[in-house]
């Protein structure tokens, strides 16, 4: 199966947030990778599948917001800057 990257306009934002945030979940449930935002990996195999989704987040956001720690932080978290108050 070849990996491609979605037509996903990478997050930039307040203004683009909520597009983005949505686009990325439905992308995320189609790899079957949405478990890895919702619940904490404890097994290898789900340790594996949290380091696939959080590698898809990185190439969707800004270079330096890509360098942080959970991949629960990378979609809910990290961004709350970018969200429309």
Known sequence: MANFLPSIEKLSGRENYNNWAFAMQAYLEHEDL?????????????????????????????????????????????YSEFRPH
């Open 34 to 78: 949405w478990s890895c935002i919702v619940d904490t990996p404890e097994t290898p195999e789900q340790q594996k599948r949290d380091a696939k989704a959080k590698s898809k987040i990185i190439m969707m956001v800004p270079p330096e917001k890509g360098r942080k720690g959970e991949i629960k932080d990378y979609y809910d978290g990290s």
